[in-house]
């Protein structure tokens, strides 16, 4: 979360909560596309961390 600012860490943390509570490895992917969607092109490191760690 240090990449992101302060004006936006409520709501990225809100879009970040169905990431890490869905149930399967695949619902889990189809969540983190939906994050990335809404913010991979303002946070892209963000975006990408949490992509290499859904993948392992």
Known sequence: MRYVTEKD????IEDLKPVYKAVKEEMDYEKLL????KWGKKYTIAAKSRSTITCR
Do not use: H, N, Q, R
């Open 9 to 12: 860490k409520k709501a990225v």
């Open 34 to 37: 939906v994050f990335e969607a």
